[in-house]
């Protein structure tokens, strides 16, 4: 198991750029049951809980500065990312454009914390964070 992990934690990046590649030319549409996403982030949250500690999740009381600066980020640095790339790629295709700045605008919890599950990062933070932009995504 963690030779799989340590696979997928060094090349995440690219195993999610090649997918998206290959979701993008195929010319079929990829359909999957309404209840598989359901469970496969019930196993992300599953496992992220299992990886947590008590203590970590105490330490974040100490780390209002860095769940600051995070939501800070997220809400404006992804924001306008997001709508500059839309509009430098997208531009005539409203379409892709809008779907490009909402997933710029939306919470990220589930990636956020899959992506620092696998790579071993404090998601006891991330947890953190992505409550607060729950929040304040309205």
Do not use: C, R
């Not at 993008?24 to 996403?37: A, D, G, L, N, T």
């Amino acid at each position: 198991m963690s030779i799989v992990n340590e696979f997928i934690s060094k090349k995440l990046a690219l195993l999610i750029l090649l997918m998206a590649v290959f979701t993008y030319i195929s010319p079929y549409y990829w359909q999957v049951y309404s209840w598989v996403p359901s469970v496969l982030l019930g196993i992300v949250i599953f496992f992220t809980g299992l990886s947590m500690d008590v203590s970590s999740i105490k330490a974040i009381k100490t780390k209002k500065k860095v769940l600051f600066i995070a939501t800070l980020l997220k809400w404006t640095l992804t924001v306008f990312i997001s709508i500059g790339l839309a509009h430098l790629f997208f531009a005539e295709n409203h379409e892709i454009a809008a779907g490009f700045i909402l997933s710029g605008v939306v919470p990220s919890a589930t990636a956020a914390t899959l992506y620092t599950f696998i790579a071993g990062g404090n998601t006891s933070l991330v947890i953190s964070a992505s409550l607060i932009d729950i929040f304040v995504s309205p």
